[in-house]
T-cell receptor
């Protein structure tokens, strides 16, 4: 079956530090890959996505590249802000009729001023 | 910007009682989903719904669960006889035809006592 593995948190960084959150996946076929973010007390918001190999998704300074050869979709940001503190979820959908999302366990990011 | 809404934001119920969680998907979306997140755990798929029938369901979605689209705007999740282990955050999501991105509501926190 499909699965997503993320690095465990919490990840604690100082403001303006470089961020990497690792994500690897197992899936048949050619899934679409997503990063969702959950700010404290809120629901899940789509951060970025990529639908095919070598695509790069980007939004709000965050980037992730769909690497089929390493089955990875690592999230990066060059300079984090306190407001980026949240839980980040990597997810995939197999692009079948149901399109259910399979999520990783989430990584909590804490950014200190 | 259109968004998915969910009511109530928090529901407290006694074990064995029935609960109905309500969602209003984005108006032109045709695919609807329920997910849940037990505190501290990953987001898990429950069920997908299209054209007035279930497309896929997970092992979690047993006979105690049901979904319905009672009118043109609402999408509901019913739990017939709640158990303590049903305590979780329940997220509704929807997506448009031809795209793979699901948009999530803010969630309903269900507490079973």
């Amino acid at each position: 079956g499909n699965s997503v593995t993320q690095m465990e948190g919490p990840v604690t960084l100082s403001e303006e530090a470089f961020l990497t959150i690792n994500c690897t996946y197992t899936a048949t076929g050619y899934p679409s890959l997503f990063w969702y973010v959950q700010y404290p007390g809120e629901g899940l918001q789509l951060l970025l996505k990529a639908t095919k190999a070598d695509d790069k998704g980007s939004n709000k300074g965050f980037e992730a590249t769909y690497r089929k050869e390493t089955t990875s979709f690592h999230l990066e940001k060059g300079s984090v802000q306190v407001s980026d503190s949240a839980v980040y979820f990597c997810a995939l959908t197999p692009n079948n009729a149901g399109n259910m999302l399979t999520f990783g366990g989430g990584t909590r990011l804490m950014v200190k001023p | 910007e259109p968004e998915v809404t969910q009511t109530p934001s928090h529901q407290v119920t006694q074990m064995g009682q029935e609960v109905i969680l309500r969602c209003v998907p984005i108006s032109n979306h045709l695919y609807f989903y329920w997910y849940r997140q037990i505190l501290g755990q990953k987001v898990e798929f429950l069920v997908s719904f299209y054209n007035n029938e279930i497309s896929e369901k997970s092992e979690i979605f047993d006979d105690q669960f049901s979904v319905e689209r009672p009118d043109g705007s609402n999408f509901t999740l019913k739990i017939r006889s709640t158990k303590l282990e049903d305590s979780a955050m329940y997220f509704c999501a929807s997506r448009a035809a031809g795209v793979d991105t699901q948009y999530f509501g803010p969630g309903t926190r269900l507490t079973v006592l």
